[in-house]
């Protein structure tokens, strides 16, 4: 691993990895791995997470395919030294900003969108003209190995590589002195993660997660909320970094909204939604039996059934549930969907103010001022007004956390800016000096 890693190293010093013709053929060449590669990435979609193709192609492959395509298109705008205002006092000297990669990158990536979360970095350290080593999830390890086995026959190991394995191949990774890291999965790991950078104040990117709510008031249109809320949850059944997590909703209209969802639920999962070719698993049993155990908090409203072999549970609301229960403190990142009432805006602003703030809050209402004021007044990562999840496949808006939710963001623009550097320079004239900042100047005095 080492040696891997002092081939990056000197690759990078080389320059090879900056001029624009090389990153654009780079970016090209990772689009044609994954249309060589797109029928297995979807099988192996399938196999490990049981995701359709449809998702498979929009959540995970398509998305991809976006952001290199936009990158392509701006990147040489992007790269070019900006010219800024320079100051009077400077007179004579001009400015500029250079962006610059940052050199060697880990991307550490998680198992719920096992592709997507491994690649779609690696566009934007492409873009910024670094090396990267990426260490997907094993958790996945089809998917992994597929990464492995496209990467090292599009790229050469000393410019882009991939390194399989579990707890231990990331910890040793993250002995490494790596020029920047960018990881994506838990808040504890997280934490890990910072720490091991904070040895050689290595910059980072943390892309985590939390308690996303979905706050619903009696303005609302009740029956796009429902579709809207039980779409974004149950995608990937629930293993999604900014499905709402729970659902806050304005008490006088809390029966119909979960009989709009129940309804919801059986239109896309059917009622056997194990048997439904659109309902994704658990990523392992270990997994299915700590989503189990909420089961035993509040009412069941909707669902419950499950099977821990075969790695699944049913689309499940959870009625009468309290800021206490387990399923409350912690993130749930599975299809349970627990439902909680308010009774003013202000109520629900100060509940969710009371958690961590989190990657994603959904708003549903139709209350101009409300909308104002939970924007205003709510701390969180990114989110919709109206919709759940959308924000996220914008190449437009940059998506991360805020707290303990994460800290930087990419995707689109922010994507090349979070694996670049920008150099500040001022360029001084030589045909004058002025003699006024320096010492034992007697005319200095007059100029302040
Ligand atoms: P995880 O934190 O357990 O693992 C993520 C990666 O870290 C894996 O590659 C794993 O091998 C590695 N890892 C695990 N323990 C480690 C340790 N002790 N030291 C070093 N490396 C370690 O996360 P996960 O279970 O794979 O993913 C689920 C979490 O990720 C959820 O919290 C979810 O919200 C979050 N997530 C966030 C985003 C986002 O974009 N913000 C996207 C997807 C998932």
């Not at 205002?85 to 060697?104: A, C, M, N, R, W």
């Not at 882009?160 to 504890?188: K, M, Y």
């Not at 943390?206 to 609302?220: F, H, M, Q, R």
């Not at 990657?359 to 007004?385: H, K, N």
Request: aromatic letters at 12%.
């Amino acid at each position: 691993m080492i040696h891997l890693f002092e081939k990056q190293k000197r690759y990078f010093q080389t320059g090879e990895t900056r001029p624009i013709d090389f990153r654009l053929q780079q970016l090209k060449n990772l689009k044609a791995a994954i249309k060589k590669y797109e029928r297995e990435i979807i099988d192996t979609l399938k196999v490990e997470l049981h995701k359709s193709e449809f998702e498979a192609y929009s959540a995970e492959i398509g998305v991809v395919y976006e952001e290199i395509r936009f990158m392509i298109k701006r990147l040489p705008d992007w790269i070019k030294p900006q010219r800024v205002p320079t100051p009077l006092t400077h007179i004579g000297s001009k400015s500029y900003i250079y962006p610059e990669p940052y050199g060697v990158n880990l991307i550490i990536a998680p198992w719920n969108y096992p592709f997507q979360l491994a690649i779609s970095p690696l566009v934007g350290a492409i873009a910024a003209g670094n090396c990267a080593i990426i260490k997907p999830s094993e958790y996945t390890p089809n998917m992994s190995a597929l990464l492995k086995k496209m990467i090292s026959e599009t790229f050469p190991e000393e410019y882009i590589a991939v390194v399989e394995g579990g707890v231990e191949v990331s910890q040793q990774l993250l002995d490494l002195r790596f020029d920047h890291i960018f990881f994506t999965g838990s808040v504890p790991v997280g934490k890990i993660v910072m720490a091991a950078a904070a040895k050689y104040l290595t910059p980072v990117t943390l892309e985590l997660g939390g308690k996303s709510p979905a706050i619903v008031d009696a303005s609302a249109h009740l029956d796009l909320a429902a579709k809207r809320i039980v779409w974004g949850k149950f995608l990937n059944a629930g293993q999604t970094c900014i499905a709402p997590d729970y659902v806050l909703v304005d008490a006088n209209v809390k029966s119909l909204l979960i009989e709009k969802m129940k309804q919801y639920i059986v239109e896309f999962y059917g009622e056997r939604p194990e048997q439904s070719p659109y309902y994704g698993r658990i990523v392992s049993e270990r997994h299915t039996e700590r989503l189990v155990r909420f089961l035993n908090e509040g009412t069941i409203v909707h669902g419950g059934r499950y099977d821990i072999e075969q790695r699944w549970i049913e689309p499940t609301l959870l009625d009468e549930i309290t800021w206490e229960d387990d399923v409350m403190r912690e993130e749930i990142f599975g299809p349970i969907l627990p439902i909680l009432t308010f009774e003013t805006i202000d109520e629900a602003i100060a509940m969710v103010n009371a958690y961590e703030k989190p990657l994603a809050l959904y708003l549903f209402s139709e209350d101009r001022q409300v909308q104002q004021q939970v924007i205003e007044q709510i701390s969180f990562g990114g989110g919709c007004i109206n919709d759940t999840i959308m924000h996220i496949a914008t190449p437009y808006l940059p998506f991360g956390g805020v707290g303990q939710s994460g800290m930087g963001a990419y995707h689109g623009k922010a994507s090349f800016d979070a694996f670049s550097h920008y150099k500040s320079v001022l360029k001084q004239t030589t045909k004058f000096d002025l003699s006024i900042r320096y010492p034992n100047n007697p005319n200095a005095l007059k100029w302040i």
